[in-house]
């Protein structure tokens, strides 16, 4: 390929030939590897070395790669934003589903509503960005709750105001746990009108590079639309783009 610069196409295999062993190699075996000459492997190792992507062990002579690559990376993978990854997929998710969905992130035993695609439905829903709401009575809430430890669901729960909102609302943390495992298991929760009479959600978790949950999105809408025979179908929809989303900030299961 004539737009190949060969000096960093050269050195570039040569990393990527380090990358294979993690105790180090000797100049021998990377030249027989990527079919260069020793002396220009020399070279190119000695500017790898003077900026800190290769270091050579004093001992045994092998070269081997630093973190500084690592480094690199984790600097581009901390400024993904979950808002910007997740907007056009929540666009895709609503016109599949032709309701509203929502991504939320968590900030103590709320979650906070960041963005909101509407559908053309005449009937729509109140929310609005910036809007908060318990954790324990959204689809949302418990999707992000059901990937917390014992200790941080239980926190959560003694820093809410539980109230029975509906005849729905769960308020006993026995019950709760046992729905969270539950939630667990089939990779998305429900909330079957337990903040809002009339109103049925379906939510999921979204991971980040670390593994960690960060946040949700939903699909909601009235029950005389969001059946049950509805959620079906939406469950197979929130699992799907919620994965892509999570993908998109760097997880890997």
């Known amino acids: ?10 050195a570039l295999s040569i990393l990527e030939t380090l990358s294979d062993y993690e105790e180090g190699t000797g100049i021998k075996e990377i030249s027989d590897k990527i079919d260069l000459h020793k002396s220009t492997v020399h070279r190119l190792l000695l500017t790898l070395i003077k900026k800190g992507y290769v270091e050579q062990n ?7 790669l630093t973190l500084k690559l690592f480094e690199l990376g984790n600097k581009q993978i901390e400024k993904m934003d979950i808002l910007s990854i997740a907007k056009p997929y929540l666009k895709q998710l609503m016109e599949a589903a032709n309701e509203v969905v929502h ?16 559908s053309e439905n005449k009937i729509r829903m ?8 318990p954790m324990y009575c959204t689809s949302v809430g418990k999707a992000i709750m059901a990937h ?3 200790k941080e669901v239980e926190k959560i729960w003694e820093a809410s105001d539980i109230k029975r909102l509906t005849e729905y609302t769960i308020t006993d943390l026995d019950t709760m746990k046992n729905t969270l495992e539950e939630i667990r298991q089939q990779g998305y929760a429900l909330d079957e009108e337990e903040n809002e009479l009339g109103i049925r959600c379906i939510g999921a978790p979204i991971f980040d590079h670390k593994g960690e949950v960060c946040g949700a999105i ?3 809408g009235p029950t005389i639309r969001v059946t049950k025979e509805s959620i079906l179908t939406f469950k197979e929809y929130i699992v799907d783009y919620s994965k892509k989303i999570s993908n998109g900030l760097g997880y890997r299961e």
């Open 103 to 118: 991504l939320v992130v968590r900030e103590g035993s709320e979650i906070i509503y960041i963005d909101k695609v509407e």
């Open 1 to 10: 390929m004539k737009d190949v610069v060969q000096s960093v196409d050269r």
């Open 126 to 133: 109140h929310s609005r960005i910036g809007t908060r709401s």
């Open 218 to 220: 939903s699909i909601s």
């Open 58 to 64: 004093a001992d045994t002579n092998k070269y081997r």
């Open 148 to 150: 917390l430890s014992e």
